[in-house]
Nanobody
Framework: VQLQASGGGLVQAGGSLRLSCAAS????????MGWFRQAPGKEREFVAA???????DYADSVKGRFSISRDNVKNTMYLQMNSLESEDTAVYYC?????????????????WGQGTQVTVSS
């Protein structure tokens, strides 16, 4: 599976961005698609994930502000980010897991995209 993330950029606090992640290759293995982020000097952390069935999970820090979705026909995942805060500044990575359950740690995912930078100015 190859993943291409896009949609990052610079936005003011309180603004919105929509990230996309297009998957190609062995997409039938894409049971779970997820987003992680890594801020400078910090470890990579779970943001959100979605199963092929549409079941979702979110980190507490983004609940109510971020929304994850996927289009199984287009093999594309989205992350709608609203009410952005400076603490959301990070490189955002999309990932695919081949297990049929949502895992909130990096080792639970088998394929990773290249990352897209999100910068929120206060």
């Amino acid at each position: 599976v190859q993943l291409q993330a896009s949609g990052g950029g610079l936005v003011q606090a309180g603004g919105s961005l929509r990230l996309s992640c297009a998957a190609s290759g062995r997409t039938f293995d894409s049971y779970v698609m997820g987003w992680f982020r890594q801020a400078p000097g910090k470890e990579r952390e779970f943001v959100a994930a979605i199963r092929r069935s549409g079941i979702t999970d979110y980190a507490d820090s983004v609940k109510g502000r971020f929304s994850i979705s996927r289009d199984n026909v287009k093999n594309t995942m989205y992350l709608q980010m609203n009410s952005l805060e400076s603490e959301d500044t990070a490189v955002y990575y999309c990932a695919v897991g081949t297990r049929p359950i949502i895992v909130t740690t990096s080792p639970g995912y088998d394929y990773w995209g290249q990352g897209t930078q999100v910068t929120v100015s206060s």
